[in-house]
């Protein structure tokens, strides 16, 4: 009997599984994965993610604006396009808009969407004054949805841990607002910033596994396990022993990271992953 497993971040809606979702669905749950949350990078994304969720009983969606889209988010031509949506065309045309109809699909489907974002600082693509503005302010946006609706933020981080650090200092208080840094691969000390002043959680996945990750595998050993959830950012990011043969990642390949979240904390395979998946679902309130 496989362990319980929680996705709290996979893109299973993006084009890279619509030749055989319906597989990929099937071998995640004949491998244990009970609860997926589908995360929202942009308009489409996010309605394509909530649809996805309301067609399975265990999973849940995100809305959000992926920060490193914040500059083209209303351009026809720059949307992903996914199976069911080829022919979408933006109900939306400014943050005023998207932000008022995200509250909207919340206020309707309150079970199914179980959080905001994936938002947050990503420098890393391009790295200039305005997108930091930008990226910043719809930041905030997300922000008051979050306490507005009392559900967690999914938070990305890329070459901005100081501009992240400043981002929580000046604007969120331990107590008002819950979420996760998704996608976590830095240091103790950036994790401790996270769950020790703020009360996040840290989002593990297959860069755990990964040979340059030591530091991280540092953080995981010594951060407390309450404080850790699972997750893959499929299609991306595949755990370290299939990235030869595999080139899209899927929940189901979840077990390696888990096993050595087990091995780090040196507790047996089956009781952390009930711990996780417990945190998950505390998390988004599940």
Known sequence: MPFPIADTHTHLHFSAFDKDRKKVITRSKEAGVNLQVQIGCDELSSLSALE???????????????????LDCFKEDKLFRCQ???????????FDDLFSWFEKLTTENPTKIVGFGETGFDLYHQNSPEIYKLQKEVFLRHLELAKKFQKPLVIHGRNANEEMKSFFTENI???NVGGVIHCFCEDLAYGKFFTEEFGFS??????LTYPNAEKTREAVRE???EFLVTETDAP???PQSLRKNEK???????????????????IPVEKCAKFLFANAQRLFQI
Do not use: C, M, W
């Open 52 to 70: 996805l969720a309301k067609k399975h009983d265990d999973f849940y969606a995100t809305l959000g604006i992926h920060p490193a889209d914040v």
């Open 84 to 94: 069911g949506f080829e022919n979408y065309k933006l109900q939306n045309k400014t």
């Open 173 to 175: 208080k331990k107590g």
């Open 202 to 207: 840290l989002g593990i996945g297959g860069i």
């Open 223 to 225: 951060i407390p396990l």
């Open 236 to 238: 991306f990011l595949v």
């Open 248 to 266: 899209r990642n899927e929940s189901t390949f979840l077990p390696e990271v888990i096993e050595l979240i087990a091995n780090l904390k040196n």
